[in-house]
């Protein structure tokens, strides 16, 4: 079976982002094929548990990759910090010959950021709001890497590997099934709190889970990568509960115009048109702008930003919130119909590597030193009882479910196949019984003894 079709029919998608199918990423041919190794944001734990422990697997289908993309390099990217992981792979490139380049970077934020990535390692700027193969490169996360290889072996994606940390007692490694509540994924860390919020992902990007009822109804999926888990009364906690009229609001009386938010923004550091103290200097205007030129002169630039984080979380010396106010602006956009010109030829700063991030310093500045880690985690299997599997776990259209409540199901059965256009398949991850078949899920329990 061709690899794109093998990859197609496992359900692969990307597991250290936002879920693009990756059997349309890789329908290409590319000069460099680059797998992000990076682990993005701070305290999690995945990306390095996989390089050590799978190292050889990693390389071997790194090679398959890139010979099917015809791709002059292979390189997998990752902190040079990472020695232990980094040794790994060095020692699996020379055991199997493999013409697969380590490349390592220094420890700053955010260094997995694809377009970042990209011109660490080859120097190329990707357009703005465009892909690395606009510029002869394919990314792909670790993890999803390994996903490929399964499916080249007639594996599909039904399980995941996953870290727990931040406020718990030493941080762990489980292995759940997709569609694991996450509380049962919990079980395996000892919490330090009892009155907590999770976080999906790290402490820049993630999605917080607030409420009870919230991290009940949450569960693994093919994009789930950690599990950070904070006291409720922590300051990352106290500032996602800002209204965003309140953002606005401090936006138009506290911000400096100092430009530290745009400065030190990574994008911008590429050449990408993203000003968020222009955004927090007009916000305050946008409902009495009405000529559409305007509009776009004075927001337009917030179409670009990658919502990483940096400008609120590390840059404003006044703990304002222009990434929330850059997200806000891109929706005033849609709703007006504004789409404004991409620059297709960017140019990186020459401030470029003197404005890193460091991510030390990014940690003490989140309140979080107390939770890094510098061991290695125990890796622990999750066997729920049941299971919700979201039918809409990438980009694009929901699967189309295959099943009905009632039947039984196997372990690696196609239980929701890819609807027309961008969609991926979904598989269960154990033997049960379908309970229910929802708009937005199936629930499968353990068949009773």
């Known amino acids: 079976m061709e690899m794109v079709e093998a990859i197609q029919k496992a359900g692969v998608v990307g597991a250290g982002g936002a879920g693009f199918p990756t059997h349309v990423k890789l329908n290409a041919k590319a000069e460099y094929f680059i797998v992000n190794a990076a682990e993005c944001e701070p305290l999690i734990e995945t990306d390095k548990y996989l390089c050590r422990t799978y190292a050889e697997r990693i390389v071997a289908t790194v090679e398959k990759i890139a010979a099917h993309l015809e791709a002059a390099h292979a390189v997998i990217a990752l902190k040079a910090k990472y020695v232990r992981e980094t040794e790994a792979l060095q020692n699996a490139v020379k055991a199997l010959g493999a013409n ?33 193969l606009n510029v002869g490169c394919v990314v792909e996360n670790v993890g999803t890497v390994l996903n490929i290889a399964d499916a080249l072996e007639g594996k599909p994606v039904d399980e995941k590997f996953l870290s727990i940390t931040g406020a718990v007692e030493t941080p762990v490694m489980c292995h759940a099934p997709i569609g694991t509540p996450i509380t049962e994924v919990l079980k395996k860390a000892k919490l330090l709190v009892n009155d907590y919020v999770v976080i999906l992902g790290g402490p820049m990007m993630g999605k917080m889970q607030k409420t009870r009822e919230e991290i ?21 906690v106290k500032r996602a509960a800002m209204s965003v009229e309140r953002m606005a609001r401090q936006a138009a009386t506290a911000c400096l115009q100092c430009r530290a938010c745009t400065d030190l923004c990574p994008r911008h550091l590429l050449g990408h048109n993203v000003q968020p103290h222009m955004i927090m200097r007009t916000i305050w205007r946008q409902k009495s702008i009405t000529d559409p030129a305007e509009f776009e ?69 989140l309140g979080l030193d107390e939770y890094v880690f510098h061991g290695l985690p125990e890796l622990f299997e999750v066997e729920p009882e049941e299971v919700f599997i979201p039918l809409s776990q990438h980009i694009g259209k929901p699967a189309v479910p295959v099943v009905t409540a009632g039947d039984a199901v196997k372990k690696d059965d196609l239980i929701a196949g890819s609807a027309e256009g961008l969609s991926a398949n979904i598989h269960t991850g154990f033997d049960g019984v379908v309970k229910e078949v929802t708009p937005k899920g199936i629930r499968i329990s353990r068949r009773e003894a």
Do not use: W
Not at 225 to 233: A, E, H, I, R
């Open 216 to 236: 009940e109804n949450a569960v693994v999926t093919k994009t789930t990568g950690n599990l950070l888990v904070l006291p409720k009364n922590h300051y990352l």
């Open 100 to 132: 697969v380049e380590i490349f390592t970077m220094r420890t700053y934020y955010p260094a997995g950021d694809e377009q970042v990535l990209v011109n660490q390692v080859t120097g190329r700027v990707v357009p703005e709001r465009g892909l690395p």
């Open 297 to 365: 002169r004075a927001f337009g630039s917030a179409a670009n930003c990658s919502s990483c984080g940096t400008c609120e979380m590390f840059s404003c010396p006044m703990g304002l919130s222009p990434r929330k106010m850059n997200d806000y602006a891109k929706g005033l956009l849609r709703e007006r119909g504004i789409q404004p010109e991409k620059n297709q030829h960017p140019q990186a700063s020459d401030m470029l590597e003197h404005r890193r991030i460091p991510t030390g310093r990014l940690i003490a500045r």
